[in-house]
């Protein structure tokens, strides 16, 4: 019940094209949703958050979009860039109680030119 | 603006030797943390410490020990090291007790 399984494990995109990883939960008691970005030698860096209250929430190019009763959400980013190379985390907890967060496994995204 | 620095970047021990891995921020957080990332498997918190003085145990805390030396630095210790202690250690921090907002570039260590 404590799991994330996030999908895809890798995901090649072309310049300009969006790009979608999408992630699942099991414990209905989640109700904070983060993903992060991290780059290659680097720490992740906190991206975008969404509350269950939301179905979707956009910041430029990042869009979550949330799904309740699938207990599923996802990240989509559109017109991709090739600085957008990187691997991609979701998370979820019970509130921002953060011993409570519990990640994904990751999906390395690549964009080429 | 430094952020969350780590040190060592990298560093091989052998089995049994022990280690202290240090964690400085510069922004004045209260809440810092320590997580493992291993292939497959995401990031997965070792300690965490909400305010100076305090510290708790994370999912993976077995074979580790923490310091919250004063505001600014979050130490991790392995007293004696272990193969399956390998890993990518993540120093982080944010303001409150809230998601980590800041990490640190992180510590390869592996242990032959």
């Known amino acids: 019940q404590q799991q994330v399984k996030q999908s895809p494990q890798s995901l090649i995109v072309q310049k300009g094209g969006i790009s979608i990883i999408n992630c699942a939960y099991e414990n209905t008691a989640f109700d904070y949703f983060p993903w992060y970005q991290q780059f290659p030698g680097k720490g992740p860096a906190l991206l975008i958050a969404i509350r269950p209250d939301v179905s979707e929430k956009k910041e430029g190019r990042f869009t979550i979009s949330f799904n309740k009763s699938a207990k599923q959400f996802s990240l989509h980013i559109m017109d991709s860039q090739p600085g957008d190379s990187a691997t991609y985390f979701c998370a979820a907890s019970r509130g921002r109680n953060t011993d409570k967060l519990i990640f994904g496994t990751g999906t390395r995204l690549q964009v080429f030119p | 603006n430094a952020g969350v620095t780590q040190t060592p970047k990298f560093q091989v021990l052998k089995t049994g030797q022990s280690m202290t891995l240090q964690c400085a921020q510069d922004m004045n957080h209260n809440s810092m943390y320590w997580y493992r990332q291993d292939p497959g498997m995401g990031l997965r918190l070792i300690y965490y410490s909400a305010s100076e003085g305090t510290t708790d145990k994370g999912e993976v805390p077995n074979g580790y020990n923490v310091s919250r030396l004063n505001k600014r630095e979050f130490s991790l210790r392995l007293e004696s090291a272990a193969p399956s202690q390998t890993s990518v250690y993540f120093c982080?921090?944010?303001?409150?007790?809230?998601?980590?907002?800041?990490f640190g570039d992180g510590t390869r260590l592996s242990i032959l």
């Open positions: 982080a921090s944010s303001e409150a007790r809230d998601m980590p907002q800041h």
